[in-house]
């Protein structure tokens, strides 16, 4: 809660001050086509979910106007060291991480699909955002994931609350349980940028409905308009690049989801 309180307060002052524009956003594809990540109830790669909101995203903020640095998008990245220290060397003053979610082994169902088996989860839906306490810019990736946060709810889509028990079987805990943000310390790209840091985990591939929803060229673009309304409530974006948007820029927890 005293996070919480002070990212609120971190994103009042940065809504009140003018936003200084100092390099690109570093936009990350998570994984790499040698570990893909999860793989998705009809088989599919996380990568490839990865890359292509990914390529979203970042075509929304370049039609604002702004500068995008895309990481690990050739899929050889295996180094995640290597991602920050080349968001850092382009100079990025933000880095937003793209992954897609699963679940436990243990909560996945066997199924077959087009004659292959198959595993997939059912009541696991949602996104979910992590920051860590290791990054020296604690409260302001706190603020820029609740804004993401609170966009995403106010498009309708819910929050993942799976990710509150850790491999430990210990609660991973909630940096503002609102609008999904947990802490999450030791994921290395979070934990090594010098900039700002969130991850997004923008649904969960192993639920078949939103498997399906997740590919969609309107799932991907709702997920971008929010990214880019977040990043302009939390100052990391100029609000006056996009008029349209630069009213919806109260706190987040404000307002219906």
Known sequence: MKALARACALLASLLAAPVVQAGPIAVDVGHYLARPGATSARGIPEFEYNHGLAAVIAARL???????RLIGHRGEMADLRERTREAEAGGARFFLSIHHDSV???ALRPWTWQGQARHYAEGFTGFSLFVSRLNPHLDESIACASAIGARLRRAGLPVARHHGVSAS???RPWADEDNG?????????LKTSTVPAVLL???VIVDRDEEQALATPERRALTADAVA???RACGVLDPSANPSAAGDSKPPGTGSP
Do not use: M, P, R
């Open 62 to 68: 370049q039609a604002d106007g702004e500068s995008v």
């Open 229 to 231: 309304a977040g990043l």
């Open 169 to 171: 079987g210990t609660l």
């Open 201 to 203: 985990e923008a649904g």
């Open 104 to 106: 436990k082994e243990e």
């Open 181 to 189: 943000v947990y802490f999450y310390d030791n994921l290395v790209v």
